[in-house]
């Protein structure tokens, strides 16, 4: 069974003291004292099944939101597929997953430079997988994306755990409503370990994960975050893992 960890974030912004967007010039902001190429490849050596995924954007940077916010899709695109990938080959990263928040552009705008962006990294090899992120509030972003470049995309790690608390009942109707907006593909049920929006793993999240399992719709589970995870053992990852290989 495929276990991909994902690293938060590279964002293309400036890597100073007050970070500004970069159009596409990416930087990494993830803690590379324990999550460097070294320990990455260690990693990987000893859990072949393990996948490394880069996340882009995330909610904020320094003190401020991370925004897209491309000059032109144009010089976005040339600076992302440039700037990725030195980063992908330096850290040995196997795939992209899309967590931009916040917009200074219009939705074709993102589709057309993120649908771009995996295009060209696939074709080229530098990418095997690509997912993206989104939820309820910036669903008309990614719905462009996905209308056109949908084929390009391999899982949809959605954000359940922005909604606020979910019933059992309530959290299979969103996915399912989820499932319809994002059709064919590869969805994700998921829930923050620290946080108390969606479906929280001690209210649930397991016997929803179950009956969309028992129904052949259930295409992963996605856990936001190994950090707030650490302190509780991997208890629910552990959990998910056994879940999804019985």
Same mark, same amino acid.
């Given at each position: 069974?495929?276990?991909?960890?994902?690293?938060?974030?590279?964002?293309?912004?400036?890597?100073?003291?007050?970070?500004?967007?970069?159009?596409?010039?990416?930087?990494?902001?993830?803690?590379?004292?324990?999550?460097?190429?070294?320990?990455?490849?260690?990693?990987?050596?000893?859990?072949?099944?393990?996948?490394?995924?880069?996340?882009?954007?995330?909610?904020?940077?320094?003190?401020?939101?991370?925004?897209?916010?491309?000059?032109?899709?144009?010089?976005?695109?040339?600076?992302?597929?440039?700037?990725?990938?030195?980063?992908?080959?330096?850290?040995?990263?196997?795939?992209?997953?899309?967590?931009?928040?916040?917009?200074?552009?219009?939705?074709?705008?993102?589709?057309?430079?993120?649908?771009?962006?995996?295009?060209?990294?696939?074709?080229?090899?530098?990418?095997?997988?690509?997912?993206?992120?989104?939820?309820?509030?910036?669903?008309?972003?990614?719905?462009?994306?996905?209308?056109?470049?949908?084929?390009?995309?391999?899982?949809?790690?959605?954000?359940?755990?922005?909604? =606020?608390?979910?019933?059992?009942? *309530? %959290?299979?109707?969103?996915? /399912?409503? !989820? $499932?319809?907006?994002?059709?064919?593909?590869?969805?994700?049920?998921?829930?923050?370990?620290?946080?108390?929006?969606?479906?929280?793993?001690?209210?649930?999240?397991?016997?929803?994960?179950?009956?969309?399992?028992?129904?052949?719709?259930?295409?992963?589970?996605?856990?936001?975050?190994? =950090?707030?995870?650490?302190?509780? *053992? %991997?208890?629910?990852?552990? /959990?998910? !893992? $056994?879940?999804?290989?019985?």
């Amino acid at each position: 069974m495929a276990f991909h960890f994902i690293l938060a974030f590279a964002i293309d912004y400036t890597d100073d003291n007050h970070p500004s967007p970069a159009n596409g010039k990416f930087n990494v902001f993830w803690e590379t004292n324990n999550l460097g190429p070294c320990q990455i490849d260690s990693l990987k050596d000893s859990n072949s099944n393990v996948k490394i995924a880069v996340s882009l954007g995330g909610d904020s940077v320094g003190r401020g939101k991370a925004f897209f916010a491309p000059n032109s899709k144009t010089s976005w695109v040339q600076n992302a597929v440039s700037s990725l990938t030195d980063i992908i080959n330096r850290y040995d990263i196997d795939g992209i997953d899309i967590d931009y928040e916040h917009f200074r552009s219009s939705p074709e705008m993102f589709a057309e430079c993120i649908g771009q962006l995996v295009t060209i990294l696939k074709q080229s090899g530098t990418i095997s997988f690509a997912s993206i992120a989104p939820y309820e509030e910036i669903n008309s972003y990614y719905l462009a994306l996905w209308r056109k470049y949908g084929h390009v995309i391999d899982f949809v790690n959605f954000q359940f755990y922005a909604y =606020d608390k979910l019933s059992v009942s *309530g %959290f299979i109707s969103r996915f /399912k409503e !989820q $499932a319809s907006n994002y059709g064919g593909g590869q969805l994700l049920a998921s829930f923050q370990s620290g946080g108390h929006g969606g479906l929280r793993p001690y209210d649930g999240f397991f016997e929803a994960c179950n009956k969309l399992k028992d129904e052949g719709k259930l295409g992963g589970i996605f856990v936001w975050s190994a =950090d707030e995870s650490k302190n509780k *053992g %991997f208890e629910y990852e552990k /959990k998910a !893992q $056994a879940l999804l290989a019985a």
